[in-house]
């Protein structure tokens, strides 16, 4: 970081620049999905095609009406990161109702590129009329169902964890003390059962020094962190940096307001040699049988020069040396990577490895502002039977953001955890706490932090949305659904409980981040068909429920809250479920953009 830059101005400069973007892996050319329809609803257009066989994702492109082919341009819904999605559909509501546009979609290979753009067709949102129009649900409650995947449940991310050793406050809170609430908490009442954090290695965990120029360990400090990771009842992600000052190539290139150092080792030994002597004390203290339960990660995000000095071929050593130190351990030990930015360097580790021969028991990747993209396709390319593990997902992937506190995002949360159901191993939300200072601690209560929970202990929209989707039961049932919006603006996840009871969760939710305020015009009412009578209660989230931000205002909270509004706050942190009346098998509720219910019924 250069004299006189803040790790903020330092982050912005450099977060978009890619380590290496050469083109060395050959990529399937695929052609435009096929069967490209659409339908035109009150405030949006939802289109739907085809799958392609190799294609992880889909990149939407728009025009306005009769504009020549080559003006066709993705469709930008603001999620700041990759724009391609992995489901077979779309819902836009970028465009301006009343206005016609021609839409045309690509298959994507990877997330680098796209393939052909397909024959557009056209379509026009209605505009508001007053209307609000009715979406009906039939849940098929006495079908076998299929296993309900919880890709939620195997991880969660958070600040580094020497945090949790921290006894200074931020906004009168002891850090350390409220991140490991809050990863108690995400584990008592969500089940996650994993923590993935940077930094395992940096120089504040004192990992790693050289004395008279010799190597010297000292793991005290990680056992601490451990330990209390441990208590609660999670296990970690071991991610494999940053860079220990002494071992470091070039010790000044870092990254975040805590100094990560980004540069290789100038010794490639000493660093096999550390990796392996962490790995051995891990497994001398909690024992095989523990330790054979994690996953040992590689380094994070080397695509992104922010956090890697040096090139692609550098970083492919890092990782075979640092496999190969895993394994000389335990061979039984899962190691995995490229922990890359926006899902690249997928293809290119999975191509180097075919060479180097160095394992990759799990493939790891991150995207903001849109659901996983689907990489079976990628893996099936290269014969791999790798686990998929995206170790870092969000709603946005910028710092203090407004977005991170919204509601909007708590239905994003839904969206993203429903298309990933079945097709990946984890989906791990970044992160936890607001207890989170990459570039500075919060300065405010409501400073869009990327924490579920606020500094103080208070649940966001998006902590609230995990745990309506913890209390979904383990088998999921079909679903059919009709009317304006139905299989995309408003989307439902029904499941049924060991006892016969019924969860259903639904949700009225846009990609669309301009839309993050809510849009009248947007609103649905659902009705909810139910083959048996029963009792209901109903969950909401919205606005008025579970919005820690509606609440803050409403109260007057400045940059922190007063004693009294802090008793306030709490009060209102857990969502209340309330009886509803089920007429003839016929449940009807509002739902407003962005809004969710859970629907629990008892028959």
């Known amino acids: 970081m250069s ?7 330092n982050w912005e400069q450099r977060i978009a620049s890619r380590s290496d973007e050469r083109e060395t892996v050959p990529m399937p050319q695929l052609p435009p999905p096929a069967g490209l329809t659409v339908v035109e609803g009150l405030g949006h257009v939802t289109l739907r095609w085809e799958p392609v066989e190799g294609a992880i994702g889909y990149l939407v492109h728009r025009a306005p009406a009769g504009s020549p082919r080559a003006g066709l341009a ?74 309900l995947a919880k890709p939620w449940q195997p991880m969660i991310g958070s600040e580094r964890l020497s945090q949790l050793l921290c006894t200074d406050t931020s906004g009168g809170q002891v850090i350390g003390t409220e991140l490991e609430a809050a990863l108690r908490r ?27 120029g010799e190597p010297a360990y000292d793991f005290s400090r990680i056992d601490e962190v451990y330990d ?16 220990p000052r002494d071992l470091a190539s070039d010790p000044d290139r870092t990254v975040f307001e805590y100094g990560g150092i980004i540069s290789p080792p100038k010794d490639w030994d000493r660093w096999s040699d550390l990796i392996g002597a962490l790995v051995r004390h891990l ?32 970083w492919m050593r890092l990782y075979d040396v640092t496999a190969a130190a895993v394994k000389a351990v335990d061979p039984r030990l899962a190691v995995g990577g490229p922990s890359s930015a926006a899902a690249g360097w997928v293809d290119e580790l999975l191509e180097h490895t075919s060479r180097s021969g160095a394992p990759v028991d799990f493939v790891t990747t991150h995207t903001y502002g849109n659901s996983p993209l689907d990489l079976r396709p990628t893996l099936a390319r290269y014969g791999s039977t790798a686990r998929i593990l995206w170790t870092e997902w969000g709603v ?13 995002s708590a239905t994003f949360l839904l969206h993203g955890m429903h298309s990933a159901s079945g097709r990946l191993d984890a989906l791990s939300y970044w992160v936890a706490s607001d207890h989170f200072e990459e570039l500075g601690r919060p300065p405010r209560l409501l400073h869009g932090g990327f924490g579920l929970i606020t500094a103080g202990g208070i649940a966001k929209a998006r902590y609230h949305a995990l745990h309506l989707l913890s209390r979904l039961g383990d088998t999921e049932l079909p679903v059919e659904a009709s009317g304006d919006g ?57 606005a008025d429920h579970g919005d820690i931000t509606t609440l803050a205002k409403r109260i007057g909270v400045q940059n ?23 007429t003839a098998g016929v449940l009807e509720l509002d739902l407003p953009q962005p809004s969710a219910v859970l629907i629990q019924v008892t028959v």
């Not at 109702?97 to 590129?113: N, Q």
Request: glycine letters at 8%.
């Open 3 to 9: 004299t006189g830059t803040t790790a903020r101005e």
């Open 74 to 147: 993705p469709v930008d819904h603001l999620g700041g990161d990759v724009l391609s999605v992995p489901e077979t559909w779309y819902v836009d509501t970028t465009g301006e109702p009343g206005i016609a546009y021609d839409y045309a979609v690509a298959s994507v290979p990877t997330v680098t590129e796209h393939g052909e753009v397909g024959d557009p067709v056209t379509a026009t949102a209605k505009p508001a009329d007053g209307s609000v129009p009715v979406v009906d649900l039939t849940v098929t409650t006495t079908a076998d169902g299929t296993p």
């Open 186 to 212: 995400v584990h008592d009442e969500i089940g996650v059962s994993t923590v993935r954090a940077h930094a395992i290695l940096h120089d504040d965990l004192g990992v790693y020094r050289e004395v008279d």
């Open 228 to 243: 209390k990771l441990l208590a609660i009842g999670l296990r970690p992600c071991v991610e494999l940096g940053f860079m």
């Open 283 to 314: 497994i001398d203290r909690y024992g095989a049988d523990e330790v054979l339960r994690w996953d040992f990660e590689v380094w994070n995000e080397a695509n992104l020069e922010v956090f890697w000095s040096s090139t692609r071929d550098e």
């Open 396 to 408: 946005t992937p910028t710092h203090f953001n407004p977005v991170n506190d919204s509601v909007s």
């Open 486 to 542: 139905a299989d995309g603006l408003v989307q439902a996840w029904a499941s049924r409980h060991d006892d016969g009871s019924l969860s259903i969760l639904v949700w009225n939710h846009t990609l669309d981040q301009g839309k993050a305020g809510g849009d009248s015009t947007l609103r649905r009412t659902i009705r909810l068909r139910l083959q048996d009578g029963g009792t209901a209660r109903v969950t909401r989230l919205d």
């Open 560 to 582: 922190w809250p007063t004693d009294a509004q802090w008793v306030e706050l709490h009060r209102a942190d857990q969502l209340a479920a309330e009886p509803v009346e089920v």
